[in-house]
């Protein structure tokens, strides 16, 4: 491979390993609406446009008396005997699952004030959430209340309350916001799934779709383990895909299996393509949401450096010792490298006119892990790894293998 091309390869795979990443193109919610009621003829004539269409509208302007007033419809009431001669298996779980619960789902009104030609102009966002506890907490994406001034909450039996937010975690899109009312109206979502996800298992959502309360779409997973990169740059892991169909108003809904346990959080759907929708998965929404309600944020364990991913070629080209890992190029101060003595590039070399900084520590190994790439790196340590836990980093150093043990620490 020519010189520039393997200098093409590794100044791609730069990484910005405070927790910056490579992942898909796709979008998270955050596409503008003229009203909560979309035409049929408007949704044509944005599709036409090819404008990308994600989970939840942004907020957008709407007149002060113009609010949303999403229809409930009563729950049935049937008896077992009814049921079994109604419906299908199949439709029964359905059934239940829906009845189950939409009692624990929300529509959720965020408003914020936007700068406009002619001043400031109030303006207004929807999506969904659900209930966790008793003790008024609801879990929703953060761009769904990201920048409200005012957060509305619907519940499934007609309150209407405000909400404020307890924390976010823009990194996975997830939010907690609170509600002050009567603990015996709330019906907490079951999020005691802890078993393994299937591709080929049903995938049930329940949400506010184009301001359409409680709505229930169905499909089954199509895929697991994909990384979402989203349009602030960062890359959330292992994310559920789906084809239930997800739209404007279903984020932060809940994604559910056939037992009506929530398997994720609806956050995306693929701009410009049908029925391929993106869930946060369970485990991260219980890895992050108990550290958002008890201190507001969640620490994101980081290495503190940024590098090349190195490539076979890369390595070949520049003498490295391993065909694989993460180059360190330079090292944040206080980070976990610089407390466990990592060094960045001590040299400058040109290939061209484009440099390349070379003699830092190569990084190939975290615990039992593999690193080969930064990517990996990063996935690692959102997936597995918290801030405070003990590590050992193997890498070469001048050509001889070397590890070095250390604690993790956040993001700098």
């Not at 796709?26 to 009203?35: D, H, R």
């Not at 953060?142 to 307890?166: F, K, P, R």
Request: hydrophobic share 40%.
């Amino acid at each position: 491979m020519r010189t520039h091309q393997v200098l093409r390869m590794a100044l791609t795979g730069l990484v910005a390993v405070a927790l910056l990443g490579c992942g898909l193109p796709y979008q998270t919610a955050g596409q503008i609406l003229e009203s909560a009621a979309i035409t049929p003829t408007a949704v044509a004539a944005e599709q036409e446009a090819q404008v990308a269409e994600t989970a939840t509208p942004r907020p957008t302007p709407r007149p002060a008396n113009a609010q949303p007033k999403p229809t409930v419809a009563p729950l049935p009431t049937l008896t077992d005997e009814e049921m079994a001669k109604a419906y299908d298996e199949s439709e029964r779980l359905t059934i239940q699952v829906y009845e189950r619960v939409s009692p624990s789902v929300v529509y959720i009104t965020s408003r914020i004030v936007t700068i406009g030609y002619f001043g400031y102009y109030p303006a207004e966002g929807s999506g969904s959430g659900f209930v966790i506890d008793q003790e008024g907490h609801i879990v929703t994406n953060y761009h769904v209340v990201e920048d409200a001034e005012s957060i509305d909450v619907l519940l499934y039996d007609g309150t209407n309350v405000s909400a404020e937010v307890v924390g976010v975690d823009p990194q996975n899109d997830l939010a907690v916001i609170h509600i002050d009312v009567d603990p015996a109206i709330l019906r907490p979502a079951d999020m005691s799934f802890e078993g393994d996800l299937r591709v080929g298992q049903r995938a049930i959502a329940i949400g506010n779709p184009y301001g359409l309360g409680w709505t229930l779409t169905m499909g089954v997973i199509s895929s697991l383990g994909r990384p979402l990169q989203e349009q602030n740059g960062k890359t959330i892991f292992n994310v559920i895909q789906t084809d239930a169909a997800i739209n404007p108003g279903n984020s932060g809904g809940p994604l559910l299996n056939s037992q009506g346990q929530v398997i994720g959080v609806n956050t995306a759907i693929r701009s410009g393509a049908e029925n391929i929708g993106f869930a946060v998965p369970v485990s991260t929404v219980k890895r992050i949401v108990p550290e958002l309600i008890a201190h507001g944020r969640y620490p994101h364990p980081s290495l503190g450096a940024v590098g090349y991913s190195v490539s076979p070629e890369f390595a070949e080209r520049f003498g490295l010792p391993a065909s694989e890992g993460l180059l360190l190029v330079q090292i944040a101060s206080g980070g976990t490298a610089d407390a466990a003595g990592l060094r960045g590039a001590t040299k400058q070399v040109y290939v061209g006119n484009t440099p390349v900084y070379l003699g830092g520590d190569l990084v190939v190994g975290l615990n039992d892990y593999v690193i080969d790439s930064g990517e990996t790196l990063l996935e690692i340590l959102e997936t597995k790894m918290r801030v405070g836990d003990q590590v050992t980093i193997t890498f070469y150093r001048d050509g001889q293998k070397m590890q070095v043990t250390t604690v993790l620490r956040e993001e700098p």
